[in-house]
């Protein structure tokens, strides 16, 4: 359905830091008082704009990473972050591909957005000959989950925490 939207699958370029840094800013500090209220209740994790701006400029340079944006009319309406991890962990061996972020505009969800996330990051992954993708997702993001498993991704761990 995202086909009749035209919506644009890309590489960001200089000019669409603020509209990334917007989406990203906006959805990051309303899923954190959603999906993790007890850690948010102990420390104040939320993000200015100007961090945001000055960190996805960073991600956007970083040779480690591969930024992939949906654009419609100019608009960013998605952003997908990969990080290529290069050592192996007690569970996977690197390198491999990690999908850091996947944010899609709350107008333009379930569209099939998310899912050619899910494709690209995999087309992606596997140019580089890598063997594995992983994530991680709060355990309440239950849109998000339903997304991952539908790509076949299978939970591995549970992590847990203790306010000391
Ligand atoms: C998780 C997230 C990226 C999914 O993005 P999305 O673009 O809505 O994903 P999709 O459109 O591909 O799929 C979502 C739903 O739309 C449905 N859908 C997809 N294409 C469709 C179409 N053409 N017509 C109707 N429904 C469609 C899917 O079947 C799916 O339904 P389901 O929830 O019942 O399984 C989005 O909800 C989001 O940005 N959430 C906030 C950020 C976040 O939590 N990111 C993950 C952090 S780990």
Known sequence: MDSKLQVEYRKPNSQDIKGIAFLHYTIINSSLVK????????????LSIDDVEKNIEDMVKD??????????????????????ESYS??????PFTTIEYIEVHPDYRSL?????????AERI???????????????????????????NFTPIVIRMIKKL
């Not at 999906?35 to 939320?46: A, E, R």
């Not at 962990?89 to 690197?94: C, E, K, Q, S």
């Not at 099939?112 to 690209?120: A, C, K, V, Y």
């Open 89 to 94: 962990d007690d569970l996977i061996a690197a």
């Open 112 to 120: 099939g957005i998310g899912q050619s996330f899910m494709q690209e």
């Open 63 to 84: 040779q480690n990473r591969d930024i992939i944006v949906a654009s419609l009319e100019d608009k960013i309406v998605g952003f997908l972050s990969l990080w290529t």
């Open 125 to 151: 992954a596997r140019l580089k000959n890598h063997q594995y993708l992983e994530l991680l997702v709060w355990e309440t993001n239950k849109n998000a989950i339903k997304l991952y498993e539908r790509n």
């Open 35 to 46: 999906h993790v209220p007890s850690i948010c209740k102990f420390s104040d994790l939320t």
